[in-house]
């Protein structure tokens, strides 16, 4: 256990005597709490979670540690908040709003683990250990878990305002901050009974895993637009007394009650309400989670933990029936060359589409693009010299270049499995060749990763440049499909799903697809070079076209000596 934890654990155990006086056995809810800490200390967080790892699994991650530095870094950037022009209310509106965002995201996706833990109920409470200190050992981690998120959060702007305002002002913003705490775990179980109200138990997790992955995509977008965000508005003048609606918005709440606090003043009748309601607003809403969320919370997942295997092979059963004929069968049809190949796609496929672990590691990647993407639009419209230089000419045939890392990332995760001892099935199977599985798996990811991009890069090819442009966006795609197949041929030799998480030879992996993506960069900028040579184009796509399918045959011809299995 790290020294973060062992602060909050002397800090949350100190009232011992009146822990005692309760009723609470005190050795064995600091033996609980202990072990929990621990075990944060080796869960990874969502950022960590969505990076390759390595290593060994049971060795200590230092999640604490990482989760509060991201927090801490999150916290320092809200300190952009106070660049702007105007008054306490309109620098904390949004301050606030940013925290609260970052706080509910930071709730749903780290504390779900935490707070969905069905395996108290099965190793704890059957241990002499008596109701009271189970329940205060769990509301204790609770707390402890929401402190690691809050104080890192909150410290740097805290620190800015006593520097700037003085301490009675940073223990006014230390009031608001933990009112606006309160609010933000109620949202949150509101979110959590509305999920479980919607969905099955047994899709909770998936739901779940979706919110993880935004938060990690979220990150990587703020750090992106919310700097040239405040650039903009820091030398403009901001006044919120304009907008009555905002009296509807919680950050807009805590503003106002700092404002009131400090300078004992309101500018108007709204600003007065507004600061009723965030001391009024939090109280009421924990009220509610006592009351009436936490029970139905509770039933709910009494429900995620008494769901039986049963139920789970039934739901197993209804997805093979609905999901057996359709789209993928057709297109593994027609892109696959026999029965060993188009199973290989089918077992790729439904498992990609089905697997926590693979979405979260490449699901995140593709939001990273799509952020970048959205980024460099931006810029090249806002950019008049762009396209004078024909750049936006040659926009559609970046798509399909930029469009292979998508590929790229999702092909260095598909041989990998939390469940990679399920396996063997290919092992026992009548299996010649297996870089037909190979060949099966690598087209799956291909149409699930590459199709879409490659139908919108020509269809924007054609709105640009009409049916000039076909030529060469249709080289673009040959030459990443090309670079995708050269990767594949020296680092795909590995069954679909085969190989453990934690790897050690996945070490390289990241430089593997930074180089893919060089590669791209070199021969894209050379594409570029003879974009108005159509001659040129055209030898260079009868050249890609061919080496491509020469490596797909390649593949295909895999045998048994040349493929790459789990230690």
């Known amino acids: 256990m790290n020294i973060v934890n062992r602060f909050f654990l002397a800090v949350v155990m100190a009232p011992g005597p009146l822990y005692s006086r309760w009723g609470i056995e005190v050795n064995k809810m600091r033996s609980i709490l202990t072990t929990k800490l621990t075990m944060d200390d080796r869960r990874p967080n969502t950022m960590q979670a969505t990076r390759q790892r390595r290593g060994n699994k049971d060795a200590i991650s230092n999640a604490t540690l990482g989760t509060m530095l991201v927090s801490g870094l999150m916290g320092l950037a809200f300190l952009m908040a106070f660049s702007l022009t105007g008054d306490y209310v309109v620098q904390l509106t949004f301050f606030f709003g940013m925290f609260i965002t970052m706080l509910c995201m930071s709730l749903v996706s780290d504390f779900t683990s935490v707070l969905i833990d069905v395996r108290d109920t099965q190793i704890i409470l059957p241990k002499p250990v008596n109701d009271i200190t189970f329940i205060a050992a769990r509301l204790l981690h609770i707390f402890v878990h929401v402190c690691k998120m809050v104080i890192p959060l909150s410290l740097p702007a805290f620190v800015y305002i006593t520097a700037q305002t003085g301490i009675v002002a940073a223990l006014a913003f230390g009031v608001m901050v933990f009112l606006a705490t309160l609010f933000s775990i109620f949202l949150i179980n509101a979110v959590y009974i509305f999920i479980l109200q919607i969905t099955t138990p047994e ?154 672990d693979f979405k979260l590691l490449v699901y995140p ?115 990443q499909l090309l670079i995708i197949y050269i990767y594949a041929v020296f680092n795909f030799k590995k069954l679909p799903f085969s190989q ?3 790897m050690n030879q996945r070490g390289g992996q990241l430089i593997k697809t930074l180089m893919m993506v060089f590669a791209s960069l070199i021969i894209g900028s050379v594409h570029y070079l003879f974009i108005k040579a159509p001659a040129a184009i055209g030898v260079a796509l009868l050249l890609s076209a061919t080496a491509t399918w020469l490596l797909m045959r390649r593949i295909r011809n895999i045998d048994w000596e040349e493929m790459e299995f789990a230690e």
Do not use: H
């Open 365 to 479: 990647s593709i939001g990273y693009f799509l952020v970048l993407f959205v980024m460099m639009v931006f810029r090249g419209t806002n950019s008049l010299k762009a396209q004078e230089d024909g750049l936006m000419t040659f926009f559609p045939v970046l798509i399909a270049y930029f469009g292979g890392i998508i590929s790229i990332s999702a092909l260095s995760q598909v041989s990998y499995s939390n469940q990679y001892n399920a396996a063997w099935v290919y092992y026992v199977s009548p299996l010649t060749r297996p870089g037909e599985i190979v060949s099966g798996a690598l087209k799956a990811v291909m149409v699930q990763f590459y199709a879409l991009v490659a139908l919108f890069a020509l269809a924007v090819g054609l709105w640009l440049g009409g049916t000039d442009m076909f030529p060469n966006v249709l080289l673009g795609l040959f030459n």
């Open 203 to 356: 899709r909770f997790k998936n739901v779940i895993s979706y919110i993880q992955i935004a938060f990690a995509i979220g990150i990587y977008a703020a750090y992106q637009v919310l700097p040239r965000m405040f650039d903009r508005l820091g030398g403009t003048g901001i006044d919120l007394t304009q907008y009555d609606w905002l009296v509807a918005m919680p950050p807009y709440w805590f503003a106002c009650a700092f404002n009131t606090l400090v300078t004992f003043k309101t500018d108007n009748l709204l600003q007065l309400i507004s600061a009723v309601l965030a001391v009024l607003m939090p109280v009421l809403s924990i009220y509610l989670v006592v009351k009436y969320l936490a029970p139905a919370f509770n039933q709910k997942l009494a429900m995620i933990s008494g769901s039986g295997s049963a139920t789970s092979g039934t739901q197993a059963a209804q997805t093979v029936r609905q999901t057996g004929g359709g789209f993928a069968d057709r297109i593994s049809q027609v892109l696959t060359g026999n029965r060993m190949e188009q199973a290989g796609f089918m077992m790729a496929w439904r498992l990609m589409a089905r697997s926590r």
């Open 500 to 502: 453990p998480m934690n």
